[in-house]
């Protein structure tokens, strides 16, 4: 690894993905204040200390300009997302201080600090290339050179002879020859001997040789190959036989010539193909060609619509129009509104479809224009008014302040562009003070085991009054609290939270909301558990266990409260309407 001082730098774009990419670059000019390539770079974030937990060591393989390639996770650091603005440095590592604590070990001797040397002896000489250490080896070390004269101690045996001896030669001898290639002995072999004599022995007698030759000779031919083997090979007929030797001639056969010569014997029997050159037929012709390449025929066929294939069909029936006859050697039939298939018993098949009729039921209707059948179905209706809990027990409540309450709707096709919340002052007609609600509505869709936000409104207003100036009386009593909200709702299934918080001041200033109760106890779960707040009476159906100030974005039911709460079951009463008709 390299090294430089003052090392440092700042992330100026991070790695991509942040806790793996294996490239950043440096602000300008940093790069240049790095080592060069291999170095180990540790990076942390700006304007703290670099710990185990907080930095990473990588190892930078390659610098462009201020780009560097980076191994990730060196010596046992975690990787961690390299942010813009992290700081890089290349400063002392536990890697460093092990590697210059190396040391070299000889025998009982060991080096563990200042300068190792390499010195040459006994034929090994040592240098450097580039950072590497070389080593060679002059093949005899200078010691077994001046030491030559014990080879006056080896001792040679051949056969029943030993000697000892100083030096060893190797002489040529019976077609072996010694010699040397570099440090290596050779040796090579003639094959035979000068001083081998073989023999040979046939029908007529026998030689002896030393050189052996082939002759060429009645149709026997020797060579050799590039493998040193011998090769013959024969003519097939020998030059002495006679061209006719004991071969008979028959020629009594009719159109067959035979000849025979020294090249053998040749058959011709083009006689037996016969003579005729032309065929005529019913509307074809044709003529024959004889040569070497055997026999061909050239053919050609009346045309179509000739005299001799003049056929003829003709069209009868009631529902027949146009020209009703048609000639020629292919007559193309088609259909309308019918449907036409052929067999191989030269028998067309003609299909049409029954008689039928259509007619429509309930509300459906049929129509016609031509060929064309038109359907159609009722549009669906839409409404503009809607109240989800008409079939409910309606009674003046809180549902308590900052709750988030949750409750299922079936919705059916409906347009609106307000919301109507109910409200009760319970104040008495001498009351004065202050009031300020606030309402906020969440509209849900189910998403497996969460609910997602389609959209959200709210309303906040202060409302002062006092009884002596008669200003209670308009807003006492029930009252609809207005909530502007313009949706159209396709029919389907639903999940609306409200929160609300209010605040009073004064004498008697009090409001309440107006719910709408299923049940006067709780819900528990199933029967002989333990209650779970994670079951709901209807699935959606409860009130979000977090403190709310707004809607969220995405409610899990399991942080829906559903049992063992009995504000569960009392929902607070709302109406979506559209009064911009």
Request: proline share 3%; hydrophobic share 40%.
């Amino acid at each position: 690894m390299n090294h430089k001082n003052f090392a440092y730098g700042t992330v100026l774009t991070a790695p991509s993905p942040a806790a793996s990419g294996t490239s950043l670059t440096l602000n300008a000019g940093q790069g240049a204040l790095m080592p060069a390539v291999p170095f180990q770079l540790v990076v942390w974030p700006i304007n703290v200390q670099p710990l185990n937990s907080n930095a990473e060591i990588v190892t930078v393989t390659a610098r462009a300009t201020d780009v560097l390639t980076i191994t990730r996770a060196q010596e046992s650091t975690a990787a961690r997302a390299i942010v813009v603005g992290d700081q890089c440095s290349g400063a002392i590592t536990s890697q460093m201080l092990t590697q210059v604590e190396m040391h070299l070990a000889d025998g009982a001797a060991t080096i563990s600090t200042g300068t190792v040397r390499f010195s040459n002896l006994n034929g090994v000489s040592f240098g450097f290339n580039g950072q590497t250490l070389t080593a060679s080896h002059n093949a005899l070390t200078t010691a077994m050179l001046s030491n030559a004269a014990t080879l006056s101690n080896l001792r040679v045996s051949a056969g029943t002879t030993s000697n000892l001896l100083s030096a060893l030669t190797f002489a040529d001898g019976n077609g072996v020859s010694f010699g040397l290639n570099a440090s290596i002995v050779t040796a090579s072999h003639n094959g035979l001997t000068s001083q081998s004599n073989q023999n040979v022995t046939a029908a007529n007698g026998g030689f002896a040789f030393q050189t052996l030759s082939f002759s060429n000779v009645n149709g026997v031919s020797f060579g050799t190959s590039a493998g040193s083997a011998l090769t013959a090979s024969h003519n097939g007929l020998t030059t002495a036989r006679a061209s006719t030797d004991a071969l008979g001639l028959a020629t009594a056969a009719t159109n067959v010539t035979w000849t025979a010569n020294s090249a053998g014997v040749s058959l011709n029997a083009a006689g037996y193909a016969g003579t005729t050159t032309t065929f005529v037929g019913a509307n074809i012709s044709a003529s024959f060609t004889f040569n070497s390449a055997g026999l061909n025929m050239s053919a050609s066929v009346a045309a179509p619509g000739a005299a001799a294939e003049n056929n003829a069909i003709h069209l009868l029936g009631a529902n027949t129009s146009g020209n009703t006859t048609a000639t020629g050697s292919t007559i193309g039939w088609s259909g309308i509104n019918l449907t036409l298939s052929g067999t191989n018993g030269s028998v067309v098949n003609i299909s049409a479809p029954a008689t039928s009729s259509l007619s429509a039921t309930g509300q459906v209707s049929l129509s016609t224009n031509g060929s064309t059948i038109s359907i159609g179905v009722p549009a669906a209706l839409t409404l503009s008014y809607w109240n989800p809990q008409d079939a409910y027990l309606q009674v003046a409540g809180q549902q308590g302040q900052g709750s988030l309450h949750f409750q299922p709707a079936q919705a059916p096709n409906v347009q609106y562009d307000r919301l109507l919340m109910p409200i009760v002052n319970t104040n008495s007609s001498n009351s004065s003070g202050s009031h300020t609600l606030s309402f906020w509505v969440g509209l849900y869709t189910r998403n497996i085991s969460t609910l997602s936000l389609l959209g959200s409104t709210s309303m906040s207003t202060a409302v002062t009054h006092s009884g002596t100036v008669g200003s209670y009386s308009l807003y006492s009593g029930i009252r609809f609290i207005s909530i502007g909200s313009t949706r159209t709702l396709e029919e389907g299934q639903y999940f609306f939270g409200i929160l609300s918080r209010t605040t009073s001041g004064g004498a008697n200033g009090t409001y309440s909301q107006l719910l709408a109760s299923q049940g006067n106890s709780s819900f528990f779960g199933h029967f002989g558990v333990a209650t779970n707040q994670s079951m709901q009476y209807t699935r959606g159906l409860g009130v979000y266990t977090a403190t709310t100030s707004g809607i969220p974005n995405s409610v899990a039911f399991s942080d829906i409260s559903g049992a063992g709460n009995s504000l569960v079951l009392r929902q607070p009463v709302f109406y979506v309407v559209s009064q911009t008709i």
